[in-house]
Each structure stands twice: as C-alpha cells, then as structure tokens.
C-alpha cells in the first residue's frame, strides 16, 4: 500500500506543506466540552424516559430466598419492579471465557443474580420508576430474605481443599492457570553468583471515571430496534453483545457513543447492570437509563491488579542477569468478565516479566482464582505495572546485591538497540526497540550524577532520599491475536470513510472512539494533513454502530496507531480521486497536481488551479461538465489492522525521585521523569498529557488507590473520602521525553502511548522507595505504599 | 444516590430558627454551609424530616474583637477564616489549621459553626477550639449558654448541643505578645481529614513553658486536650521530661483503628507530633531529631 516513490524521495504523504503531524494543534472538541455542551449519557433526556435502580446484595455471598417488592410496587412513581428470574426470560446468561486461553473456565452470569449473590454489590432487583430519587425510595422498600453463604475472600487460600468452591459444577476455584518454562532455567540459577527473592503484593484498585458508567437504552418496537446510548470504547463490541443475549439480529442494536468522561478500561467492557437496563427496555417497551452513582461504581466498576507474586532473579556479580522466575497468583472475583476475560492481566504478567532484558531464561506460573468480591478485568496498563514492579524491582534488589549502580546493571543487560528484530522468551516479537536511547537520554534528563551527589548529601542530614529506575515494554496496537483467535467477536481491524462535501469541506466518520484522550483530534489531523486541507474543516464522527465502519474502537493503544493508519489510507485514497477530478476539470496530469491549503495547486510552481469548493461544485451541481463517462467519486473507505506483528511493542525508562519521612512514614514525590518511544508521534501534546495522565495513575496505585476489603467481602471504602485517588497536590513535575521508532508495519509509523505511563510509574517509585531506605537495610515490595507500610518495615510500629 | 424527599425552610432569624427548631425537635436539621450535611443526605445516612437553613441569618455571620475577645460568628465561612487580617492577628493558629481543611470548594462554603457541631473527631477547627481554649456560645429558646470548648465534645459526632439549640458563635482570648502556636496533622493527601494531628498553643516565658494546651485529634471519639503537657510547663524542657509527656499521652489516648493506621500507629504519631510541636515552638530542633540510620 506504500507509495514507493514518495518512500524513496524521504517525503511520505505525511511530509507535506502546513502538515499537522508531529505539531501541537488545539483538540477540536475543546470548545464544546469547555463550554458545557458535551454530551454524556446523563445529560440525555428522552420522551418516556424511566430510570432504574439496582438492589444490589449487601453480602459478598448469600442465596438469595425471597424477594418480596409489594410495598414497593406501590410507590409514587413506581413502573415495574424485577427480579433476575424475571429478567432472565428477555436476556441469556454468558460465560466469560476465551478459547486461545486454555482451560479458562467461569460460570454463566446473569443479568441481575437469580438465585444466588456472589459479591457485594451484584444486582438482585431492578427497579424501575419515573425518576431516580422515586425509584430509590422504592427499592428501600423491597425486602429480601438472604440466607448467608461462607464468602471466598482470601486469594492465596482460594485453592486450599478446606475453601468452599464458588461455583460447585467448575470443581474448583481455579479458573486459569498458566506456566511458562523457557531456557534453561535451574541451570541458569545454579550458575548465578546470587540468586535474590521477593514476594511483591499489589493492591486491588479501579479506574475512578469522573463519569460514571452510564446507559440508555430505547427499544422502539415500532421498528424492533434497541438504541443503547452509552459511553463505550467499543461499540461494535457492545453491538454485537447486546444483540446475542437479547436474541436479536445485530441489525437491530445500534450502539451510540457520544461524549465520554474518561474509561481507562473501565469503559471497555459491558456490565450486568448495563445489559439488564437494555433487556427492561424492552420488556418495558420504553427507553430506560441507568447512571451509576459514586458507591455503585466502587462496588461494581472492574477491579485490576490484586495479585501476589513470588519472584526471583539470577545474577552474575559481573553484573549479567541470567534468569527470571515467578510464580504469580490472582483473584479476579466470582465471575471471569465477560467478554474480554478476567485472565489476560495474569496472562500479560507472565508475558511481560524480563521483556527488556536479553536474557532468555524464564519460568512463569500464574494461577487466577475465584473470590467473592467485585470482578476484575483489563483496566489501563494490563498487566504492565505488576510485570515492571516485579521486573525492576528484581533488577534493583539484584543490583544491591552485587554492589551495582541500578543504571549499569541495566546497561548491561537491556536488549542492544541494534539487536532487533528479536523475540522474548515468552514469545513476545519485537520490531525496533530503543531501551538504550531511551536510558541515555532519561540520565541527561535527570543529570543522574548530580542527583546522586545531592542525595548523599542530604543522606548526612538525616534526610533520606531515593532513585528508582524502571525501564519497560508496552503493549500496544494489537492485532487479533489479543482477542480474535480466542473466538470474541471484538474486532482488530478499524475503518475511516473520507468524504469531501458540497461546500469543499471533508467529513470523516472512524470506528475508533474518543474518551478524552484525542481520537478525534488525531483523526482530524492526520485526515487535514494528507489531504492538504486546513484541520478546521475536518469533521470528525465517532461512536455510532449506524453512522461509522466497523472496527474495534479504542482501547489497548490501538486508535492512533490502528485507526490513525486508517484515516491516513483513507485520506490518501480520497486525495487521488480529488486530483483525479482536478485533473479533468483542468485538463492537466493528475501528478502534476498536488492540494495544498483547501486548494488543487500546480507542483511545479505552487500556482493555484482551483479550490476545492469550486471543484466540489461542479462535481455535485455540474456533473454535466465533467468528461463523458468520468464518474467522481469523492468519498473513499479503507480499513486496517497491523498484518506483520501481532503486537507493535513500544518500550521507554522512567525515573522518580522522593523523599521519605523516616519519622512519620511519608513520602514524598519530587519529580518524575519519562522517555518513551512510541514511534511517530502525531500530536505532541496529547501524547504528552497521556505520559502525564498514565504516569499519575501509576502513582495513585503506588502510593494511594486500594479497595479494601474486610474477611466478609465487604468493600470498606467505597467513597471518594477513603478511597485516596491521586491529586495535584501530591503530584510531582513530571518530565516526559521521546525517542522516535516508527513501526514500519503500517505507513503512519505511529505506536501507542497510553499505557507506557502507567507501566513503569509504580515500579519507579518503588525502587526509590528501596533506594531512599537502604541506609536502613529496609526493602518494601507492596503496594500501596502507605506510611503504616513504611512504619512497619522501618519497625517503628 | 439521591437523598430522601425531606421538607426545606429558610430561618429568617436566630429567633425564627429556635422556633422551628422547637417545634420540629431532632426530625429538623440545621443546615450551615452543607458540606459535610449534604453528602449524609445524598448517602441516606441522615433521612431529616426538615432542613432548616440558617445561611440568610446574618447576625451569625462575622468576625470581630473587643477588651482581649475575639468573636468568630457560626455562619463565617472557612475562606474568610482563611483571610481574615483579624484572626491572623489574634488567632494566628486557626490562620493556619485552616489551610488543612479539605479544598477550596469546600472551605467557600462550609462555617465554622458547622463544622463545630458536626463535630467530627478527625476534623481541625473542633481541635483548635480547645487549643485556643474557646467557649462556644449556644442558644436556645430559654436563653444563651456558654460551653468550654474541652466540654463541648462529647464522642463522634456527638456534642452537647441540644435539637434544639443553635451554635451561634465561638470566642476566645485574644492571642497575647508571648503566645505561641503550632499546627500540624499527618494525612494522606493535602486536604484529607487527618490520621493524627495536633492543635497547640501556649505561653512562653523565655524558653519554659508558662501554659501549654495541647488540642489532639483524630486520636479518638473526640479532640483531646492532652493533661500530659503538665510535664512540659514551668521548667526549662529536657528530654527526659518530654519523654514522660509522651507516656503520659500515651496513657490518655485512646484511638481507633481504621484503614489509615492502627491504634498503635496513631499513638506512635500523637508521640512524634508532641516531639514536634515543643522542639518547634522552644527552637529546639534536638527535641526532635529524626531517625537515622
């Protein structure tokens, strides 16, 4: 598909005059989000509207005996009041399980639970009134009888023979294990000079969207046709869901995404509640909205990371690493989500571990087990902090060990910038990578060496300072090999359709979705760009199953990189068949010809011949005009998805420094530093604010998010006041830095970049957590790193 | 989540409200600046049969000073605390406690007299009061009482304030030429109520100690003024004496354990902040000497 000649003279179509790529250019929906008039699921109003509330168990696990909504039914307001076993004659059950991962195994899940709860939080009841304060006051008048049940809780004894089994027909709470042995691995570790181990534990946290999960569901049975409006990274994919459990064609599910407040992941599933609200619209037969509010959305929002691991590294005192092993275990609730699974973050923690490093001696294991507590799934990063955590965090303690600088230690053993193309043990491919650039220019970045200085001079004062290293690799762009091969029908592939109009001004339509991060704008630009037109008179449409082609949305670091090629090949299309009118309008040579700033202009000379107004007037009104038998076409569509690799790996190093209060057990975040290659980069600014945004929610887990759960299952901290999510003020400078590796697999060379922050944020601050306490012969590898942490291992508590 | 249908009246006087108050007894809330009434509602942790709203009663509102008293009235909001030059003159210490409370929004609308007879044991301006050693003013319908800010509190939540009685001010002497005072909590974030912290005050007479109130809070049911700063006064400090303040304090607390720290961590923080606040307050930064390795 690469032009060969704009190749080989250096210019791609992307290398053009008043080319928007690689600048910093405002977003184009800024003024109508900045204004108040975005438009959220919550905002929409329709004739008819009902709001549903969901009664929701109150214990981690109990069968659920009776439930009697008399007293409700008979409020003001009221419209219906449902149960599961109600529900569950409009919408099937499904399993979350995927078959590229083999033997994962789940349960089918309801809707609302029919005759069991298994969490704190799971819907039990629907109900369903004219306003959701009238429906609230109802549902404190359903009663249900609950006959409590022993909760799983605990994921390191969710194995033990004494455990009750969750789900009695799955045999176990086991519902994914996975091993890895690559190399040589004991060999490796019996010619180590020193073998270190640790046991890190992460903490279970969520995405907290300023907007909360949100649907409206309009079944017109007039024409048999279900609108969900909901603010979703995957539209196709809810589609298609929607459709399947309702019995419906998928023609007759139209999924609309309009304005989104943030997802992170957390938007890229499709929720029992949210499934329930589309099958009460249409035993309702009217549109019906659910807004989940701030304790719901702690409660029933996906949870990530929780694992456990066991790990160690193999060192040569010449600093050469010789192997990795870890031994992983997850708890992911009482149900794998459906329809991504809830195995592919430990699945990603074995693929990951050691990603950076030559060495190719590895032993994985990783068990996912069941528990009676909210579900888990892919949130920002699958995968990734728990691997770098764990990665780096080996690397440091081996670096300790052998008296190493945590820098040479990694000079030595990063994969050499010129050694690719190569693969990892665990079978990653990697196309072109740069860890070593990426290292040099992060010690400039930070001047490593003075920092150094600074902290053993501090370090005389009693002021303890630290550095943490983290390099790491991230997933990004995938192919079907993420979801496809296992049999989801979520799509890898996106569409961009161009389009010019009557007036000379393009619109674009994409399949991939915008929650903030700017697919529009980088739609916008990349389109305006090829096409020679100004980024003002490019409109972008998104989100709507009717209105876009098919793909898969965004999500995984997928829409700049996937569907930015898209509308690059689109765009390159439409701009031949512009020309090919020019050319006849003018009588000129269609490569003579080239559209620069909304006009067809000479190449040699630059002369203006005509504007595309001009040109789209005649092609629409004057046709007449036109050469017998030349037939305009004026809109073009072209799909993509990466056919080379089935992942474009991107890799980058972060850095943090920050003090710890030896007294008082808190630390203190002083700066940050990020380099990462995520190839072309089309907007410098948003990827920046991408790096930032990733990098601040990498440090709320380091230092504050954490669901807490007690022995019961019971999620004790619900709320936006115990819930510590990470803010401004406990934020450092963050300083973000690039190297370019363009992917050759695709024209645009462009990778993700919305992970890599989060990736490496927790393992940096970690390591300097470590490295500010070693005077103290202290190392810490849980996370969150609270003061009673620090307090407990400086044992002053 | 919505908060349950309740019936709202706007009082157009202290009168007006004592007379609601009466009448609708403890199925009436008062609402000040809502900020921590709003979010129980919304929760439907509180369920009120009315809310009775004060905010246009503007004899609650204001500061001023006359013969040694400064008078803080219930209705004045954290931001004109925040900026008043008289409370930084005569009360530097609430200047600074209240920098600590939660976040610009919050402090433009939430009141002092609010946030008192919330009375929050892990919230700064209760603690402050008995730092400052405060008197807060209620009334009711049969006249005013007067309340020692140390008697005000009596467990979480919980005050002696009746249904129906308002909080109409607080007063306290106004800080003299060798006044002292010290402020500081630990918490998470900038803004979070505090895992422990400590209100302080004090006289000094060259570098001993004439009187030393300590304000604790977030160290159990309610603020604490610590009886152990009797070792600290009337002698030049050493560090065996602060050493016996500090197990003196730790016999008198008595905190909860929660998600932030356990009951020992609290304690061991309450000692640290003693540490603290003499080594800042006497410049005697030995006091205080952080662990080394």
Known sequence: ?797 | MKASAFSYTRASSVTDALDLLALHGDQAKVLSGGQSLMPALNLRLSAPALLVDIGAISELRGISESNGVLKIGALTRHVDILRSPDIAKHAPLLTEAIAYVAHPAIRNKGTIGGSLAHADPASELPACTIGLDAIIVVRGRNGERRIQAADFFTGIYETVLSPEELLVAVEMPVAKSNSAHFFHEYARRKGDYAIVGLAASGILEGDVFADLRLGFFAVGDRPLLAAASKHLTGKPVTASMLADAQAALDAELDPQEDQQASAGMRRYLARQLMARCVATLLGRPELDARPRA
């Open chain 1, 1 to 797: 598909m690469n032009d060969s000649s704009e190749k080989q003279s250096g210019l791609s179509v992307l290398d053009r005059p008043n080319s928007y790529i690689g600048k910093t250019v405002p977003r184009p929906n800024l003024g109508r989000l900045m204004q108040g008039r975005g438009q959220y699921v919550s905002d929409m109003v329709l004739p008819r509207m009902a709001h549903v509330v969901f009664l929701r168990s109150p214990y981690a696990h109990a069968r659920i005996l009776k439930i009697d909504a008399t007293e409700a039914k008979a409020m003001p307001g009221v419209i219906a009041v449902v149960t599961g076993a109600e529900l569950a004659k409009v919408i099937t059950p499904w399993v979350g399980v995927l078959s590229h991962l083999k033997g994962l195994k789940s349960a089918p899940q309801h809707a609302i639970a029919t005759d069991r709860a298994c969490w704190q939080g799971e819907a039990v009841a629907a109900i369903v009134a004219t306003g959701r304060a009238l429906a609230e006051d109802a549902a404190e008048l359903v009663s249900v009888d609950y006959e409590e049940l022993v909760p799983v809780t605990d994921m390191r004894t969710a194995l033990d023979p004494e455990t009750p089994v969750i789900h009695p027909e799955l045999g176990d709470n086991l519902a994914f294990e996975r091993n890895l042995d690559a190399g040589a691995v004991d060999q490796a570790f019996k010619d180590s000079d020193e073998v270190v181990e640790a046991k890190f534990v992460f903490g279970r946290h969520t995405g907290v969207t300023l907007e909360p999960r949100a649907v409206l569901a309009d079944w017109n049975s007039g024409e048999e046709r279900l609108t969900v409006y909901l603010g979703t990274q995957a539209p196709h994919m809810v589609q298609n869901i929607a459709a399947m459990h309702l019995g419906l064609d998928e023609a007759q599910v139209r999924v609309v995404c309009k304005d989104v407040g943030g997802s992170f992941g957390i938007k890229v599933h499709i929720y029992a509640d949210e499934m329930a609200t589309l099958a009460l619209s249409k035993l309702l037969r009217r549109p019906v909205k659910f807004v989940a509010d701030r304790v719901e959305s702690f409660n029933t929002d996906i949870h990530a990371r929780d694992h456990v691991c066991k790990a160690r590294i193999g060192v040569s005192k010449n600093g050469t690493i010789n192997a990795f092993e870890i031994d992983d275990v997850t708890g992911i609730g009482p149900y794998s989500m459906y329809p991504r699974t809830s195995a592919i973050e430990a699945n990603q923690v074995i693929n990951l571990v050691g990603g950076p490093y030559t060495t190719q001696n590895y032993r994985a294991r990783t068990r996912v087990v069941f528990q009676n507590k909210n579900v888990t799934c892919q949130y920002r990063g699958v995968g990734h902090p728990i691997a770098c955590s764990i990665t780096e965090g080996l690397v440091d303690l081996a670096a300790q060990r052998i008296g190493m600088d945590p820098i040479e230690i990694r000079r030595r053993n990063l994969i050499r910038d010129d050694a690719y193309p190569c693969g990892s043990p665990s079978g990653l491919k990697f196309e072109a990578l740069s860890h070593h650039a990426s290292l040099d220019k992060l010690i400039a970045m930070m001047n490593y060496d003075a920092l150094r200085a600074e902290q053993a001079e501090l370090r005389k004062r009693g002021i303890y300072r630290g550095i943490g290293i983290a390099s790491f690799i991230e997933v990004t762009n995938p192919s079907a090999a993420f979801y496809g091969v296992g049999g989801a029908r979520i799509s890898s592939q996106d569409g961009v359709a161009v389009r010019l109009d009557a007036t000379g001004r393009v619109i674009c339509q994409t399949s991939i979705t915008e929650q903030g991060q700017g697919s529009e704008s980088l739609t916008a630009q990349i389109v305006g760009s090829v096409l020679g037109v100004s980024m003002g008179r490019v409109r972008v449409i998104l989100g709507d199953t009717d209105n876009t082609p098919y793909g898969g949305g965004t999500w995984a670091s997928r829409g700049a990189g996937i569907g930015g090629e898209a509308a690059l090949q689109a765009a390159k299309v439409l701009r031949k068949n512009i020309l090919d009118v020019a050319a006849a309008i003018l009588q000129a040579k269609p490569h003579d010809l080239d559209i620069i700033d909304n006009a067809v202009v000479d190449v040699q000379g630059g002369q203006q011949r005509i504007e595309l107004h001009e040109l789209a007037r005649v092609v629409y009104f004057r046709p007449d005009t036109l050469p017998p038998g030349f037939q305009p076409e004026l809109m073009a569509t072209r799909h993509f998805v990466p056919r080379e690799y089935p992942f474009a790996f991107t890799n980058g190093i972060q850095a943090s420094w920050l003090e710890v209060d030896t007294q008082a057990g808190f630390i203190k975040l002083l700066k940050h530093w990020v380099v990462e290659d995520c190839g072309t980069i089309i907007n410098p600014q948003l990827v920046d604010e991408q790096i930032r945004g990733g990098v601040v929610q990498g440090l709320g887990a380091a230092l504050y998010e954490h669901c807490i759960y007690d022995e019961r299952g019971q999620l004790t901290n619900a709320n936006m006041a115990d819930y510590l999510v990470p803010m401004s003020g406990e934020m450092p400078d963050i300083d973000v830095g690039h190297i370019v590796s363009p992917t050759l697999d695709g024209e645009l060379g462009a990778k993700g970049a919305g992970e890599a922050g989060t990736a490496a944020a927790a393992a940096a601050v970690t390591n300097a957590v470590n490295d500010a306490l070693s005077p103290f012969n202290v190392t810490v590898t849980e996370i969150p790193l609270t003061p009673r942490v620090i307090l407990t291992a400086l044992g002053r508590i």
